[in-house]
């Protein structure tokens, strides 16, 4: 598994990178490669508020959706659109293909691991 | 080669004479601007088309189809004879009662029939599959209790091995789905359903199958439907497999208040490669004054419609699938209340049969000592030692002119094949079939490669998936 | 009794025996006596395939065929070319199940992708599904595919076919959406009324365009008042026979078009199977329920078809799905291609223009007869008003075999012409109806 360095990782195999009251969220390479070819991404619009431990979005296989959660809460700046047209982006660099920007970060979940505690937690997930 | 590129301009068939009034024209503003592109063919083109399309296909018909929950019965001709009734095909819907007499006493002979088999009271024909009826049993439920001013009891208890339709119809219903696991039997958990159901006056009922996905009849059934009505809840019958038990158990006296069956399974009407179905819903007399449509009543030999006096409303336009029903009711005919028994019995039989000399070299999901209309196969080791998935036996068998078994489901078992060969196969096919899977198990174990590369001998092999849901091509485009 | 089991007696008891059992009961005798069932089904005794055609045809024989028929209101009679009844009665296509299996359900597949395409060309709209029950859950799927998070709020034109309008009812029982119904004025939706009801959680407005009486409805302007609340959907439920001669529900500027396939080459078969289509624009195609093939390709760089998009569906989605359909109606939706494959674009040009030629022709020569006819532009059904008793009308015209149209009550009838009603047919049955007092 390609770690990300900068990021901090939910239990759920997503990644943020917090910056002040910005927040980059995107979904771990150990998800991508678990969850298989993705087909399709189902994102929230800019504007639309999230909440730390609540799903903002699915991502979705040709036999499988999972819901996406989010590890703050704030108000989504951006969204990726390049993975509505090409969400394999995400299984060929999962690090890279963030889904949301997120401003006025208010809150973060309370269960976010840094790198090398997730790859722990997912070698004991395997 | 699809239609559209086997098609000339200047060629087509003589269907009509010429117009014999005059030609009236129609406001400017409203005629169609664009071009229309359907396909210009001569008769004997479109005839080879279709018998092409024909030729890449497989219906029962064509081999053994022992696709688990499906009941893919053989499907009797004399079916389709009675359906081609121009007394049946050519009827409006909305003509004088008095001369539709004939229609409703086919209504109400496959009402009748449908509920004695089941032990309801009331039978709507209007539902048109079985998705449609799931949803109308929920909002049969939903309106009683709405009159009896339980507004709250939203929540709709689904087991984990339900078909997928169970839970998107209770959302359909406006309705909360509450999960509960199965027991290591892949059966109801009864001490957990208790812990969720106990006072719970937030229950609108359960939704269930029985016997179950992996072919298993809940030996705790009127326990399971105690609870809920306990707790004030109402129980609902999927009927999907109701092939391993008519004439033996009726969902009635298992305790449940309503039930859908599927026409095209159970009652030998074709699928037709997806549709058109048949989705009838029965219920107990409490629920009778909420069902949906209108139903045919008989006196001194004349019939009429009838209408529930609380009905829900409509589930669609008119009788439902009315020519499905005229099928339905030529088989109930035909086998009668010996015929009905005897089929569940030898369904049952084939089913315990194959699963019996399967377990020589497949693993039996739950292990069951005898099993009812249907069984569950673990493919699960033979993936650990050998790499070889459900899905490569799967393909394997489509080489050998038999349609697999329903695969990855129930979704409790990881590499499920989910087996139903239904009473219409003889004990030929059915060691014939038998063989032919012990033989992939020996292939998965000497060359598993051939297994990853099946199907071979398919008009197209596997097909890439992945592409075609990222980058969808739904029609062909015109130049 | 009939049977279909091929087992004999003797080769049911051998398997038993390789299975340990030694009668058949003995497989039932773990479910529990407290829900076993004891004794006899009560159903008549069962009957040989010749006494059960027998007996189906002396059912069949009490229904009244009419020879002319001049109602419509939801299902019509067309002819249907040969061609339609001979694929349809293939015993493969018939017997198959829903191509879960593409590498051996190629034909069934595209059956489906040549139909999407012609349902396509048709509405003008950019995806087509594999077809749903009929024209009414059509319209109740539509509407449950435009719920927005907040919008909750669906406009339906009041002339709409009414049985449709009832199953938009419980669809919306079910579901909770708002339904509120735009009122009619002179025959069609009333544009002022629409306007003065769109707020901003309305989430679809629904017309049936020609109406429920074949008026031709504002369609244009009812599609610019939909877009003028931002996420609103317009859906436009049309007869297909239509879209023969008159503008797409795209060119008329529809999200979704839908509508009852049945015309296509179904028989009225006493209200079914038919078959609902629901098509979409592009945006809006992950929205669309049921089944959706698409085009691919094969290991060996082949051409071939499959089941796609299924994650909108509930066998992965449950109880996340906005739809918990899961067939379609395959054999019918083969029927409309064969239907369209047979007639061509120039023979449904033919049908739609015949169809509302003849309906012209004949309200004019009942205008004569002293009816009022109280369409403005109408395609092939309009409605008569007189003071002559509808049910005496229709009654003189039965004992002739002729069908006539749907009384409406107050002395209005809806008519409805094919290409089926010759001249002469409308001829006497307007010369029948004259003699009406």
């Given at each position: 598994?390609?770690l990300k360095?900068?990021a901090?990782?939910?239990?759920?195999?997503?990644w943020v990178v917090?910056?002040g009251?910005?927040?980059?969220v995107g979904i771990?390479?150990f998800?991508q490669?678990e969850?298989?070819d993705?087909v399709?991404?189902?994102?929230p619009e800019?504007?639309?508020e999230?909440?730390a431990g609540?799903?903002?979005?699915?991502?979705e296989?040709?036999?499988?959706?999972?819901?996406?959660?989010?590890?703050?809460?704030?108000?989504?700046?951006e969204?990726n659109?390049?993975?509505l047209d090409?969400?394999?982006l995400?299984?060929?660099n999962a690090?890279?293909a963030?889904?949301?920007?997120v401003?006025?970060v208010t809150?973060q979940?309370?269960?976010?691991?840094?790198p090398?505690?997730?790859?722990?937690?997912c070698?004991?997930?395997e | 080669?699809l239609i559209f590129?086997?098609?000339r301009?200047?060629?087509?068939?003589?269907?009509?004479p010429?117009?014999d009034?005059?030609v009236y024209?129609?406001?400017e503003?409203?005629?169609?601007?664009?071009d229309?592109?359907?396909p210009?063919?001569a008769?004997?083109?479109?005839?080879?088309?279709?018998?092409e399309?024909?030729?890449?296909?497989?219906?029962?018909?064509?081999?053994?189809?022992?696709?688990?929950s499906?009941?893919?019965?053989?499907n009797?001709?004399v079916?389709?004879?009675?359906?081609s009734?121009e007394?049946?095909?050519?009827?409006?819907?909305?003509?004088?009662?008095?001369?539709v007499?004939?229609c409703?006493q086919v209504?109400k002979e496959?009402e009748d029939?449908?509920a004695a088999?089941?032990?309801?009271?009331n039978?709507?024909l209007q539902?048109?599959a079985?998705?449609?009826?799931e949803?109308t049993?929920l909002l049969?439920?939903?309106?009683?209790?709405?009159a009896n001013?339980?507004?709250?009891?939203?929540?709709?208890?689904?087991?984990?091995?339900a078909?997928?339709?169970?839970p998107?119809?209770?959302v359909?219903?406006?309705?909360e789905?509450?999960?509960?696991?199965s027991?290591?039997?892949?059966?109801?958990?009864?001490e957990k359903?208790?812990?969720?159901?106990d006072?719970?006056?937030?229950?609108?009922?359960l939704m269930l199958?029985?016997?179950?996905?992996?072919?298993?009849?809940?030996?705790?059934?009127?326990e399971?439907?105690d609870i809920?009505?306990?707790?004030?809840g109402?129980?609902?019958?999927d009927?999907?497999?109701?092939n391993?038990?008519m004439?033996?158990?009726?969902?009635?006296d298992?305790?449940?208040?309503?039930v859908h069956?599927?026409l095209h399974?159970?009652?030998?009407t074709?699928h037709g490669?997806?549709?058109p179905g048949?989705g009838?819903v029965?219920?107990k007399?409490h629920?009778a004054?909420?069902?949906p449509?209108?139903?045919?009543?008989?006196?001194?030999?004349a019939y009429d419609f009838a209408?529930a006096?609380a009905?829900?409303?409509e589930?669609?336009?008119f009788y439902?699938n009315?020519?499905?029903?005229?099928?339905a009711?030529?088989?109930?005919?035909?086998?009668?209340?010996e015929?009905?028994?005897?089929?569940s019995k030898?369904a049952?039989?084939n089913?315990?049969?194959?699963m019996?000399?399967l377990?020589?070299?497949y693993d039996i999901?739950?292990?069951p000592?005898v099993?009812?209309?249907?069984f569950v196969?673990?493919?699960g080791r033979q993936?650990?030692?050998t790499g070889?998935?459900?899905?490569d036996?799967?393909?394997?068998?489509?080489?050998?002119?038999?349609?697999?078994?329903?695969?990855?489901?129930?979704?409790?078992?990881?590499?499920?094949?989910?087996a139903e060969?239904?009473e219409?196969?003889s004990?030929?096919t059915?060691d014939?079939?038998i063989?032919?899977?012990i033989a992939l198990?020996?292939l998965a174990?000497s060359?598993?490669?051939?297994?990853?590369?099946?199907?071979?001998?398919?008009?197209v092999?596997?097909?890439d998936?992945?592409?075609?849901a990222?980058?969808?091509?739904?029609?062909?485009e015109?130049? | 009794m009939?049977?279909?089991?091929?087992n004999?007696k003797a080769?049911q008891?051998?398997?038993l025996?390789e299975?340990?059992y030694?009668?058949l009961d003995?497989l039932?005798?773990h479910i529990p006596?407290a829900?076993?069932f004891?004794?006899?089904?009560?159903?008549p005794?069962?009957?040989?395939?010749?006494?059960?055609?027998?007996d189906?045809k002396?059912i069949?024989?009490?229904?009244?065929?009419f020879?002319s028929?001049?109602?419509?209101?939801?299902?019509?009679r067309h002819?249907?070319?040969?061609?339609?009844q001979?694929?349809?009665s293939?015993?493969?296509l018939?017997?198959a199940?829903t191509?879960?299996?593409?590498?051996?359900?190629?034909?069934v597949?595209?059956?489906?992708?040549?139909?999407?395409?012609?349902?396509?060309?048709l509405t003008?709209?950019?995806v087509s599904?594999?077809?749903?029950?009929d024209g009414?859950t059509a319209?109740g799927?539509?509407i449950?595919a435009?719920r927005g998070?907040?919008?909750?709020k669906a406009?339906v034109?009041?002339t709409?076919?009414?049985s449709v309008m009832?199953?938009i009812?419980?669809y919306c029982f079910g579901?909770?959406m708002?339904?509120?119904?735009i009122?009619?004025?002179?025959?069609?939706t009333d544009?002022?009324?629409?306007?003065?009801?769109?707020?901003d959680?309305?989430c679809c407005v629904?017309i049936q365009h020609?109406?429920?009486y074949?008026s031709?409805?504002?369609?244009?302007q009812?599609?610019?008042?939909?877009?003028?609340v931002k996420?609103?959907?317009y859906i436009?439920?049309v007869n297909?026979?239509?879209l023969?001669?008159m503008k797409?529900?795209?060119e008329?500027g529809?999200d979704?078009a839908?509508?009852?396939?049945?015309?296509?080459?179904?028989?009225?078969a006493?209200?079914g199977?038919?078959?609902g289509f629901?098509?979409?624009i592009?945006?809006?195609?992950?929205n669309?329920p049921?089944?959706?093939?698409?085009?691919?390709?094969?290991h060996?760089g082949?051409?071939g078809y499959?089941?796609?998009l299924?994650?909108?569906?509930q066998?992965?989605r449950?109880e996340k799905?906005?739809?918990?359909i899961?067939?379609?109606q395959a054999?019918c939706?083969l029927t409309v291609g064969?239907y369209l494959?047979s007639?061509?674009?120039e023979?449904?040009?033919?049908?739609?223009?015949?169809c509302?030629?003849?309906a012209h022709y004949?309200a004019?020569?009942l205008?004569?007869?002293?009816?009022d006819?109280?369409?403005e532009?109408?395609f092939?059904?309009?409605?008569?008003k007189s003071d002559k008793d509808?049910d005496?009308i229709?009654?003189?015209?039965?004992e002739k075999g002729?069908?006539g149209?749907?009384p409406?009550?107050d002395?209005r009838i809806?008519?409805?012409?094919?290409?089926m009603?010759?001249k002469a047919?409308?001829d006497?049955?307007?010369?029948?109806?004259?003699e009406?007092?």
């Open positions: 598994m390609e360095n900068d901090l990782y939910m239990k759920s195999h997503e917090i910056d009251d910005t927040a980059t771990s390479d998800a490669s969850l298989g993705l399709f991404v189902n994102l800019p504007g639309d999230v909440t609540e799903t903002f979005a699915d991502v296989s040709v036999k499988a959706v999972s819901d996406i959660y989010s590890p703050v809460s704030g108000v989504i700046a969204i659109e390049e993975l090409a969400p394999e995400i299984n060929e690090n890279d963030w889904f949301i920007k401003e006025n809150e979940a309370d269960d976010l691991m840094a090398e505690e997730y790859e722990a937690f070698a004991e997930e | 080669m590129e086997k098609s301009p200047g060629r087509g068939i003589s269907a009509l010429k117009c009034v005059d024209t129609l406001p503003d409203d005629m169609r601007e664009s229309l592109h359907l210009e063919m008769e004997v083109d479109l005839s080879r088309h279709y018998t399309l024909a030729k890449k296909a497989h219906g029962v018909n064509d081999g053994f189809y022992p696709l688990g499906c009941t893919m019965k053989y009797p001709r079916n389709e004879r009675t359906a009734f007394g049946f095909t050519q009827i409006h819907p909305l003509q004088p009662v008095d001369t007499q004939g409703l209504l496959t029939a449908l088999i089941t032990g309801m009271s039978f709507t539902p048109a079985g998705a449609h009826g949803f049993g049969l439920i939903k309106a009683y209790h709405l001013g339980d507004t709250q009891r939203r929540k709709i208890i689904v087991p984990d091995s078909h997928g339709t169970n998107a119809s209770a359909m219903a406006g309705m789905v509450i999960n509960v696991d027991d290591e039997m892949g059966l109801v958990d009864v359903l208790r812990e969720v159901c006072g719970n006056d937030e229950i609108a009922g199958t029985n016997p179950n996905t992996a072919g298993l009849f809940d030996p705790n059934i009127k399971i439907t809920i009505h306990a707790c004030g109402q129980c609902y019958y009927g999907a497999n109701l391993a038990v004439g033996w158990a009726r969902p009635g298992m305790g449940f208040d309503c069956l599927n399974k159970t009652f030998s074709p490669g997806g549709g048949s009838p029965g219920c007399e629920l004054k909420f069902m449509g209108v139903y045919a009543v008989e006196k001194d030999g209408k006096e009905s829900l409303g589930m669609k336009c439902g009315f020519l499905v029903a005229v099928k009711l030529t088989y109930i005919k035909m086998l009668g209340k015929g009905i028994p005897e089929a030898n049952v039989l089913a315990n049969y194959m019996k000399k377990s020589a070299v999901a739950f292990k000592e099993c009812m209309h249907e196969m673990d493919i993936a650990k030692e070889v998935t459900a899905m036996i799967a393909k394997g068998l489509l080489d050998n002119g038999i349609h697999p078994p329903t695969m990855y489901f129930p979704l409790t078992v990881h590499e499920a094949l989910m060969p239904c219409t196969e004990k030929e059915l014939w079939a063989d032919v899977f198990n020996d174990y060359d598993p490669e051939k297994l990853h590369q099946a199907p071979v001998k398919t008009p092999t596997r097909l998936e992945v592409g075609a990222r980058h969808p091509v739904l029609k062909y015109f130049e | 009939g049977t279909f089991v091929p004999t080769q008891q051998e398997m025996q299975i340990g030694e009668k003995d039932f005798a006596d829900v076993k004891e004794g006899e089904l009560d159903l005794a069962g009957m040989s395939e010749m006494e059960v055609s027998k189906m002396k069949a024989a009490k229904n009244k065929i020879s028929i001049f109602r419509g209101a939801g299902a019509y002819y249907i070319p040969a061609m339609v001979h694929v349809t293939n015993e493969t018939q017997t199940y191509p879960y299996q593409a590498e051996i359900s190629q034909g597949l595209q059956s489906i992708f040549e139909y999407q395409t012609m349902i396509c060309d003008g709209m950019d599904n594999a077809s749903v029950y009414g319209a799927e539509a449950a435009c998070r907040k919008a909750k406009l034109s009041a709409i076919q009414p009832k199953v009812e419980t579901n909770e708002e339904l509120v119904v009122p009619e004025k002179d025959g069609v544009v002022d009324a629409l306007q003065s009801l769109m707020t959680d309305t629904l020609p109406n429920y074949g031709l409805e504002p369609a244009a009812i599609g610019e008042i939909a877009h003028s996420n609103c959907r436009m439920s297909p026979i239509t023969g001669t797409t529900p795209r008329y529809a979704f839908i509508g009852e396939g049945q015309p296509l080459g179904m028989a009225p006493f209200g199977p038919y078959l629901m098509a979409s592009d945006a809006l195609k992950r669309l049921g089944r959706i093939v698409g085009q691919t390709t094969d060996n082949k051409t499959v089941l796609t299924q994650a909108r569906e066998h992965i449950r799905a906005s739809s918990n899961c067939s379609n054999l939706a064969v494959a007639m061509g674009s023979g449904l040009k033919e049908v739609a223009t015949q509302y030629s003849k004949m004019a020569e205008s004569r007869a002293g009816f006819i109280e369409n532009e109408f092939h059904e309009f409605v008569t509808a005496a229709m009654k003189a015209l039965a002729i069908l149209g749907l409406l009550g002395g809806l008519w409805c012409c094919t290409e009603n010759s047919d409308i006497e049955a307007v010369a029948i109806i004259k009406v007092q």
